[in-house]
Nanobody, 128 residues
Framework: QVQLQESGGGLVQAGGSLRLSCAAS????????MGWFRQAPGKERDFAAI????????YYADSVKGRFTISRDNAKNTMYLQMNSLNPEDTAVYYC?????????????????????WGQGTQVTVSS
């Protein structure tokens, strides 16, 4: 079982930046694909960015492509999400998640249902 803990959320003005962190413990961090998901009020949870277990490939939702950057430091068991050019539509609770059902998965899943381990979430609010 892997435990995940997000940090770094907060209130920022439109056009600003935030960096989220996700600290993992309790399992082999570099074995699984990791991702950031977000859920805005009244909406479903959607993927924002995913990185493969090796760190070799990244995937982004169209809405964040070019503005967000996912990264991971396997030596520190930590994943990051650098968010630039934030706009009010980015306001959501951001969750980090681990695709722990299949180690060393060769492909990438983006559905929240495929990620079995979740953090508690961190709120990001972007004011206009």
């Amino acid at each position: 079982q892997v435990q995940l803990q997000e940090s770094g959320g907060g209130l920022v003005q439109a056009g600003g930046s935030l960096r989220l962190s996700c600290a993992a413990s309790g399992h082999t961090f570099n074995t699984y694909n990791m991702g950031w998901f977000r859920q805005a009020p009244g909406k479903e949870r959607d993927f924002a960015a995913i990185m493969t277990w090796s760190g070799g490939r990244t995937y982004y939702a169209d809405s964040v492509k070019g503005r967000f950057t996912i990264s991971r430091d396997n030596a520190k068991n930590t994943m990051y999400l650098q968010m630039n050019s934030l706009n009010p539509e980015d306001t959501a609770v951001y969750y980090c998640a681990a695709d722990t059902s299949v180690p060393f998965r060769s492909g990438v899943r983006t559905s929240p249902g495929d990620f079995k381990s979740w953090g508690q979430g961190t709120q990001v609010t972007v004011s206009s």
